[in-house]
């Protein structure tokens, strides 16, 4: 639906953080999530991790008080999930339930890694073995839950302005 507003419009919208969507899928997908932290390499793996980055950066953007920036965050989410959705052939029925599970998997997400980042690295473990699809017979999710606290260090380290752009220093 953004896709469609900025062709209609003219060219993105004011506080467009399309940069950051992309940076967001970036980081999802980088190979050590996959090889080094047991995440299956597969669709349910890599949207677990595009939704666990996009919850870490929305928790960052809660904390700093932007409710706008982590509602315009969670369209692109949306708007970007309907259109894998439909690219894979889904048809629009099905489309709309889809997209409804998704945006409660997200708000669950950000629940879960909140508490968990808040509490200690077993806390935050417990919280990625449940809504991460890992390698059949891995091991223990610390490694994973290690890499999302070094993640939401990254991310919190970035000034505000730099992360609504898209510069996450990794």
């Known amino acids: 639906m953004l896709r469609l507003l900025d062709r209609i ?3 993105p919208r004011e506080g467009d953080l399309t940069k950051l969507w992309h940076r967001i899928v970036e980081i999802a997908r980088e190979p050590h999530w996959y090889a080094d932290r047991d995440v299956a390499d ?3 793996g890599r949207f677990d991790m595009v939704t666990a980055v ?3 950066v929305i928790i960052r953007l809660n904390e700093e008080g932007d409710v706008e920036a982590a509602a315009r965050l969670t369209e692109l989410f949306i708007d970007d999930m309907d259109g894998q959705l439909r690219e894979a052939g ?3 029925l099905v489309v709309g339930k889809s997209m409804g599970k998704l945006v409660s998997a997200l708000g669950g997400r950000i629940g879960a890694y909140k508490e968990g ?6 806390d935050l473990a417990e919280a990625a073995e449940r809504n991460v699809t890992r390698n059949e017979g891995a ?3 610390l490694p994973l839950a290690e890499g999302l606290r070094g993640l939401h ?3 919190s380290a970035t000034p505000l302005e730099k992360l609504l752009a898209g510069e996450i220093t990794r």
């Open 54 to 56: 996009t919850a870490l």
């Open 9 to 11: 419009f003219g060219g």
């Open 117 to 122: 980042l808040d509490g200690s690295d077993a």
């Open 153 to 155: 260090a990254d991310i």
């Open 42 to 44: 597969s669709v349910e």
């Open 90 to 92: 889904v048809g629009d």
């Open 139 to 141: 091991g223990s999710a």
